[in-house]
């Protein structure tokens, strides 16, 4: 696959924003100004897509010219769904598993999380739009492509997604490794909520409010962790074996 694509050009990257074309990032020029970039920036944010103010010469870099009027867009490989769209394909009731990221860095283990996910029949993916790794070509590849086989929500708000999926019946879990709850000793819900936190700082504090409880994975004397994305495979695959 490609290096991820980009749109440039204040038109251009306004009319993707409105047009719903998938937008992981927006970067403005430090010196852009103007109803132009107002309107790039209001409909980031009515979109809940990020945007940064950077060196220009950031923006020539990504685009190979200098013809880019000060903002560029990096669009994303899929076409995120929102979280309306993951609780519609549900029947009422239905049990289902939802893993979240929250700020995992490394496009390998978002990548790989994907897979497993998909691999697992989870009903979607969470990523936030700040401070993680939303979908890229990189994401794709560590992927081996299961991304595109699983719903996958940009959130911009992801303590309040959270909320919401507990209002449709969802029960919310932290993977922790020192959580008090062993995952083998707990009977999952029909519907839950996996969250596996940055690779060295684990789940933020506002995120740990919208937890049910935390799980630890009992692991041998004398290692402290796994990695995030083998710690989301193992779980998930036990909330499996759970239903049989």
């Known amino acids: 696959m490609a290096d991820d694509a980009h749109v440039a050009g204040r038109r251009a990257?306004?009319?993707a924003l409105i047009t719903?074309?998938?937008?992981n990032r927006v970067y403005l020029a430090d010196a852009a100004r103007g109803p132009e970039i107002d309107a790039v920036k209001a409909a980031a944010r009515a979109r809940g897509v990020r945007y940064d103010f950077v060196d220009v010469g950031k923006l020539g870099a990504l685009t190979g010219t200098r013809d880019h009027q000060d903002v560029v867009a990096r669009l994303s490989p899929v076409a995120y769904a929102s979280l309306d769209d993951v609780l519609t394909r549900l029947e009422p009731?239905?049990?289902?598993v939802v893993v979240a990221l929250d700020q995992v860095q490394h496009p390998g283990n978002a990548g790989m999380v994907a897979r497993t996910a998909a691999a697992a029949g989870?009903?979607?993916?969470?990523?936030p739009t700040r401070g993680g790794r939303l979908v890229n070509a990189e994401v794709v590849r560590a992927s081996a492509g299961a991304v595109f086989r699983l719903p996958v929500v940009a959130t911009a708000h992801l303590g309040r997604d959270l909320e919401t999926l507990k209002e449709h019946g969802f029960w919310v879990y932290g993977l922790d490794a020192e959580g008090p709850v062993s995952l083998y000793g707990h009977e999952f819900p029909s519907r839950c909520v996996l969250v596996a936190g940055n690779e060295s700082r684990g789940l933020r504090p506002s995120i740990g409010h919208a937890v049910d409880a935390n799980v630890r994975i009992p692991l041998a004397s004398g290692v402290e962790s796994l990695n995030v994305a083998v710690a989301v495979a193992v779980a998930l695959f036990e909330v499996r074996r759970q239903r049989g």
């Open 20 to 23: 719903g074309v998938p937008v």
């Open 13 to 15: 990257v306004l009319e």
């Open 122 to 127: 989870a009903a979607g993916l969470l990523l």
């Open 93 to 96: 009731g239905q049990p289902a």
